[in-house]
């Protein structure tokens, strides 16, 4: 009785999440799972890191469902293809996998790339191993990190929650019906695929001036060693070698003839005609534009269309359905067990206040009687 009446407390509970769910394709689909996705960043980068989001899925119904998971994503242009992005998918207790495209047809799907949270077998079709079951008054939350591609579109962009579903009879426990496909396309998200903005300059920084490094050409001129002969004349032509210009080599030789006095090198390491105007030329060039706008990771709507898939159905087989109901089950014990997952602090509460008024009520109950023997 403490159990029932949890369970229906829990349903109260459920029913009253907000929103509706959008049409589906499957009327018994439709009254059981809602989906939904959480923290999905408002901006991805073409070309940039993943960024995680979950998609978690309730079953409120008063029976256990069986399902494989997708996720749609399309752009505002209807041009963004499953080659343009990579899907990765964590279910809970096991490691990173990487999503396929939806057998079927999934990327073509209603202008949209429809991404399968499993994997293909030879022939083609999921395997047994990607059927997943959320028992009733219970729920699945998968993680997902997603990147897009240096080639993918820009611009206005979302991600829909989608399963194919069927509901699972509760004596045999296989599924009671065909099963359908259900899009929750107003629980889905928006957000908006960016360009990498600029942060350095690499001419700036990859071609300097070299003339400033040819200033140090006039040290040469004191190598007449104080003998101020015709025959020193000519050590233009190792200034000819450090000087790239023709204006270098012509001022240098026009110091030179008329200085006879064997003087000191002179340390002259800043000609004053060439290198000034080189250096504050290369110092601004460094200047990296700022980047073009920030991101709030608010989640946004999706303000276009997205339809139910129209691909070919997945195969749902007994086997899988089998295998996937054991797993759900022992991880449903293993939480009550632990005491964890909001479903099982709502029964040991709702159990607790349970408990408390019987305790309160055979007290009252004793004390009457007391009173009518006394």
Known sequence: MVLAGAQGAMAVGA???P???????DKAAQQNLVLSVHGVPDTFIAGGDAREFTYKIDNPSKHDDVFYPFLKFKNKAGSLKAKDLKVEYQLPGEGWQTGVVAPGGGNQDDSAALIMLGSVGSDGNPTDDDLLVVNRGKNLTIKVRVSFTTDAPLGKAGVVPVVYSAELDDDSHL?????GFSCEGIRGAGFTIKKPSPTTSPTATGKPSPTATTSPTATHSPTASGSPTATHSPT??????HSPTATATAT???TKTPTTEPTTPAPT??????PTSASPSASASTAAPAPAGGSTDAQQPIDFPVAVPAVTPPKITPAGVTKAKAAADNADKALAATGGGDHTTAIAATGGAVLVAGVGTLVVLRRRKSAQQG
């Open 15 to 17: 029913t009253g999440s």
């Open 19 to 25: 929103s509706a769910a959008a049409p589906q394709a």
């Open 175 to 179: 599924p009671a019906d065909n099963g």
């Open 236 to 241: 233009a032509t190792p200034t000819t070698s």
């Open 252 to 254: 240098a030789t026009a």
């Open 269 to 274: 390491t800043g000609s004053p005609s060439g």
